[in-house]
């Protein structure tokens, strides 16, 4: 689904009946908030129409065909290998409803499809430009590098043929690729050209020749000035460039306690998923194109350090640019989604949420509690979404679990912790205090298994408020991924909107003392 996903503008739809769009399955829909429930957006253009159709769902549904602004082709999508199926009679006419009967059987045991319409689906019969500034330099006694400029297309540039005296070799995405595998000291043309999604190809580039180097049998120098930096589960590791005879060093080899386990183009590494307290040493060599390597570096050596007993999340959001972020004290990664902006924090730096994108931490063990838990973060709100705007969120529509948020579901906006004991039902803690925006507010969330409690703190002080629903002696583990300001699966309408900053989640009870400690204490 997620190919699905990326080929389609989805932040443009409007889910069915909500904003002002019309209800676009009149009959079949199934009923909301059950496994039948059939899943339906739309464009407020009225060129795209999405419905998704759960193996739960049986039967045909009726779409309302007013919603395209023009005749509409229908396919449907399979989402276990990501085919399409023109729907016969296609395209339909903008007029009144029709019905849509899914093919059934999806080829692994399913019944979920995607139903999709288009309006004015045109044929794109425009080749790429062709690919300019092409240049071939010899690399090493067998290897040919080229680059060359990017094409464009009406629509996108799917990637590039490659071809050697007039063969294809390659197919590549890149606006390079380097040739291997060639005699010594010999030239060789090459050409390429563009293609897109369509299957349109450009005409082939000017040619291109390049010549393969003597026999190199010279080593780079020996890397100088290792250093080696220790943060929480990894160890950063940096140096001086070595040079080559040939001009070129292609790598280098990385050591940890004398044992070659990493390579890389860079003059620096990340050494990640270290354990606490456990000292490592280092030491690199250069490589060359022609295999040549260097004798190893001064070797250095240094120590992680301890870990907070219980925290399996940590995420200081600190990084400032890019988009993945890393936890202190445990080796996770989140990859930012719809480019959350990096900003000022309460610590530092953080990451500033528009109510469309969010941290996807992934589904790891780590995470997939049952027992006590403590969430906590500093949030400050630009603006409250329709409903609750989730902190950090292992929960979805159809597999509840447990998240830290904000909520109007008393009344005013409050802070909350929210788990469930069986996936269906909801167990949250309101606070008793509003939040304000364009506030600073540490919030902390506690569930005792063995106490069956649930409590929440706000700026470190205990602040409970309204109790819904029973407290259970276990958790229900939600098989959903983790996401940092936004509730799994909802896209959009359970987001966070502001900043977030130093996220935790422990695997215990933690008392008002160490929730204080924490808040006044910035993740490394």
Do not use: C
């Amino acid at each position: 689904m997620n190919t699905f996903i990326k080929s389609i503008n989805w932040f443009d739809l409007v889910p069915s009946g909500l904003a002002g769009m019309k209800n676009l399955i009149t009959v079949g829909g199934g009923t909301v908030n059950q496994d039948d429930y059939v899943s339906a957006a739309a464009t407020p253009s009225g060129n795209l129409l999405v419905a998704y159709i759960s193996p739960a769902h049986s039967g045909s549904i009726t779409v309302d065909m007013t919603a395209m602004f023009g005749s509409a082709e229908a396919r449907w999508y399979n989402p276990t290998d990501a085919s399409y199926t023109t729907i016969a009679g296609s395209p339909f006419a903008n007029i009144g409803t029709r019905q849509f009967t899914p093919p059934g059987n999806n080829g692994t045991g399913y019944t979920d499809w995607v139903l999709i319409l288009e309006a004015n689906v045109v044929p794109d019969t425009t080749s790429p430009s062709v690919p300019t500034n092409l240049s071939a330099t010899g690399i090493s006694s067998s290897g040919i590098a080229l680059n060359w400029a990017a094409s464009t297309d009406n629509v996108a540039v799917a990637g590039y043929k490659v071809f050697r005296g007039g063969l294809q070799i390659a197919t590549t995405t890149q606006t390079n690729y380097t040739d291997n595998g060639l005699s010594v000291s010999t030239s060789y043309t090459y050409t390429v050209s563009a293609f897109d999604a369509s299957g349109n190809v450009s005409d082939q580039s000017t040619t291109a020749t390049g010549t393969t180097l003597s026999p190199d049998i010279i080593a780079p120098s020996v890397p100088q000035n290792l250093s080696a930096v220790p943060n929480v589960g990894q160890i950063a590791l940096s140096w001086s460039a070595s040079t080559d005879d040939s001009g070129i060093v292609a790598g280098y080899q990385v050591f940890r306690d004398s044992i070659l386990f990493s390579t890389t183009t860079l003059t620096s590494f990340v050494d990640t998923g270290l354990n606490p307290a456990v000292t490592h040493e280092y030491a690199v060599a250069a490589y060359d194109w022609s295999g040549n390597v260097s004798s190893q570096s001064l070797s250095v050596s240094t120590t992680t350090p301890n870990t907070p007993s219980g925290i399996v999340a940590g995420f200081a959001l600190n990084e400032g640019s890019g988009s993945i972020t890393n936890s202190s004290y445990v080796p996770l990664t989140g990859t930012l989604v719809g480019s959350p902006a990096w900003t000022a924090g309460k610590y530092g730096n953080a990451l500033n949420f528009s109510g469309t994108n969010y941290v996807n931490l992934g589904n790891p063990a780590s995470l997939q509690l049952t027992g006590s838990i403590t969430l906590s973060a500093w949030i400050n709100i630009s603006s409250n979404p329709w409903d609750d705007g989730a902190i950090i969120a292992k929960l979805g529509s159809n597999s509840l679990g447990w998240q830290l948020k904000t909520t109007p579901d008393t009344g005013s906006r409050t802070a909350a912790i929210q788990i469930s004991s069986n996936g269906s039902d909801s167990i949250q803690r309101y606070s008793s205090a509003a939040l304000a925006l364009n506030t600073w507010y540490h919030i902390a969330g506690v569930y005792n298994a063995s106490a069956r409690t649930l409590d929440i703190y706000v700026n470190g002080v205990l602040n409970n408020g309204i109790l819904s629903g029973t407290v259970p002696a276990s958790m229900f583990n939600s098989t959903q991924n983790v996401n940092i300001a936004q509730r799994t699966g909802d896209p959009s309408t359970y987001n966070f909107r502001g900043i977030i900053d130093n996220v935790r989640v422990y695997n215990r009870v933690l008392n008002s003392s160490e929730i204080q400690a924490d808040m006044n204490t910035p993740l490394p």
